[in-house]
């Protein structure tokens, strides 16, 4: 009889504090999700292995290959 209590207890908790996660976005509030401000994570950590790769990638050519250098030449 009382485990049948804690659970409902449990239950209501449960499902007050998922109720009271929602919110409501406005309109004018949407422009910002996509701001690089919003994306999770350590942009400066991402930024410097994109520079990088992107320095690795220019001197190798582009598919890796044995092609010219990052110099554009074949």
């Known amino acids: 009889m009382k ?3 804690l659970k409902k207890t ?12 929602c919110a409501n976005v406005k ?3 949407k422009s910002r999700i996509n701001d690089s401000e919003m ?3 350590n ?4 930024k410097n292995e994109l520079n990088f790769q992107s ?3 220019g001197a190798s050519g582009v ?7 990052g110099c554009g030449c074949n």
Request: proline letters at 0%.
């Open 10 to 21: 449990f239950l209501a908790l449960t499902g007050a504090i998922i109720l009271a996660s």
């Open 39 to 41: 994306i999770l994570g």
């Open 63 to 69: 598919n890796g290959g044995k092609t010219g250098g």
């Open 43 to 46: 942009r400066k950590v991402e």
């Open 3 to 5: 485990l049948q209590a």
């Open 27 to 29: 309109e004018y509030q």
């Open 55 to 57: 320095y690795r990638e």
